[in-house]
């Protein structure tokens, strides 16, 4: 039996394929819509990744391709792991651009991705993909105004990039190449934009709350922060983000 057991799984597992592979891609983007939905990235990807195979220049499904393994990368415990799923979720993202260079949400799994990533690479990288980000997020937002994650992730960009220091971005400028200019109020403008085009993600809130802080006005920090952390989590980093919510939270307390 110890012998056979493995054979068995193995056999299961080649009938799963064969009859994945036996059904339509639609039919399969529709299964896999099940597990996307309820954030189930490995369950998801059984589906779509043989979808894929069978309609691969489909952009909407490189880009649930590309948000799945970012959801891969969030969960994996190592370093290691997390870049590489990032990695993969960036191919899929890069994909969808070079098929769709104005579809927004193609757009927005290029930001995203190299977003994740930015914490795992060099200085000289980060630079580079600060750039990249803007780009897709400005684009995004050009190309679809109501879009609420452009400017969040917009907004994002302004605060990242008016977080470094002034001796820093001198250097940085200096060695890797100048980054375009950033301002806490351009950032709080995207996310109150973001906050009136949909106000039921609460990173809009908690984002707003940050660039407060920075901008030294903690009252408000509090109002937004304290708002987001009332709402229900449906996202992926909904948790996450409360996290470092709580943290400023208690540091402006």
């Not at 012998?3 to 799984?9: A, D, H, S, T």
């Not at 193609?106 to 690479?121: C, D, M, S, V, W």
């Not at 109501?146 to 302004?158: A, E, F, K």
Request: aromatic share 8%.
């Amino acid at each position: 039996m110890k012998i056979l057991f493995p054979l068995r799984v193995l056999s299961l597992a080649a009938v799963f394929t064969t009859a994945v592979y036996a059904e339509g891609a639609d039919d399969l983007i529709s299964k896999g819509n099940v597990f996307y939905d309820k954030l189930q990235a490995q369950e998801a990807l059984k589906f779509y990744l043989p979808a894929e195979k069978l309609d691969p220049k489909n952009v909407d499904l490189l880009v649930r391709i590309s948000r799945e393994y970012r959801h891969m990368m969030s969960d994996a415990p190592s370093k290691e792991e997390k870049v590489r799923y990032g990695n993969v979720a960036k191919s899929y993202a890069q994909r969808a651009v070079a098929l769709a260079p104005n579809d927004p949400n193609a757009l927005l799994a290029i930001a995203i991705t190299y977003g994740k990533l930015l914490p795992f690479e060099g200085n000289r990288e980060r630079v580079e993909a600060s750039k990249i980000i803007k780009d897709a997020a400005e684009k995004t937002v050009r190309l679809d105004p109501t879009n609420d994650l452009g400017w969040h992730l917009l907004g994002r960009w302004h605060v990242n990039v008016a977080d470094v220091g002034g001796v820093q971005k001198a250097l940085g400028s200096l060695i890797y190449g100048k980054l375009p200019p950033a301002s806490y109020e351009e950032a709080e403008r995207c996310f109150q934009k973001a906050i009136r085009l949909n106000p039921n993600r609460l990173m809009h809130y908690i984002e707003l709350g940050r660039t407060y802080a920075q901008m030294g006005r903690p009252a408000d920090a509090r109002k937004y922060i304290t708002k987001g952390l009332a709402m229900a989590e449906t996202e992926k980093d909904d948790g996450e983000t409360k996290d470092k919510g709580r943290q400023l939270l208690a540091k402006l307390n």
